[in-house]
């Protein structure tokens, strides 16, 4: 059975915990791979990715850029995460690391909901015995992503379902839920006041501190021609 729970769900940067129990039985000339379908209000970070253990075959489609908030992201649709594993090295636990977009302000919410399925895991394996080419070599499953036509954020190229099947692991079909905190349109005259005041402040700080150096400095030097006139 497959399981999966938000962790930290009440930051900006949740994590999706998934829980295999018991783990599945090896599947020879298959790879395991677990697939997310993550909605454009939340985004993984492929470099931090890179640097998990758990992580280190992975693949991320779709929308990708860190700093955009939600209404100016490219692909609406979001972004699709690969982990794949080898049969022999499956881990009980997988932790994703997810981040929260900024959202449109709202006239009313404070906060709005997101709701993410559990990811999809299983098996790819081929669909025949894997027979070399002409030049010897027999083409590795390890390039070919699971064949789910569905999931359209998947290149084509990475797929090939006349060669290749996916078989799904049982699940409970969990929705994740997060909610995600919004500004007020209503506090929008209060922001803009309140951060002009704090660069006026700061640029009179900036002034007073550089007038007080040159009055310090100007000190320094009269004391020093009365020296030598001395």
């Not at 030049?135 to 999931?151: A, F, Q, R, T």
Request: charged share 20%; proline share 10%; hydrophobic share 35%.
């Amino acid at each position: 059975m497959v399981q999966s729970r938000l962790d930290k769900a009440q930051s900006l940067h949740p994590h999706i915990v998934t829980r295999l129990d018991p783990l599945p039985e090896p599947q020879p000339h298959c790879f395991f791979d677990v697939i997310y379908e993550l909605p454009a209000s939340v985004f993984v970070d492929p470099n931090q990715l890179s640097n998990l253990p758990s992580f280190q075959r992975h693949w991320v489609f779709g929308e990708t850029d860190l700093e955009v908030p939600l209404e100016h992201v490219k692909e609406t649709r979001g972004s699709v995460v690969i982990v794949r594993q080898k049969p022999t090295d499956i881990e009980h636990e997988l932790d994703l690391p997810i981040h929260l977009r900024y959202q449109r302000p709202s006239d009313n919410d404070s906060f709005r909901d997101i709701k993410i399925s559990a990811p999809r895991v299983g098996w790819t394996c081929p669909l025949q015995q894997q027979h070399p080419d002409d030049h010897g070599n027999v083409i590795s499953i390890s390039n070919n992503l699971p064949p789910i036509p569905e999931i359209a954020m998947i290149p084509s190229h990475h797929m090939d379902p006349n060669m290749y099947t996916f078989h799904p692991l049982e699940d409970n079909g969990t929705i994740l839920k997060l909610q995600v905190p919004v500004g007020n349109t209503q506090d929008a005259n209060m922001v803009q006041w309140g951060t002009a005041l704090c660069v006026l402040a700061c640029t009179s700080w900036i002034g007073w501190s550089v007038w007080r150096s040159i009055q310090k400095r100007r000190r320094y030097e009269a004391k020093g021609k009365r020296r030598k006139s001395e």
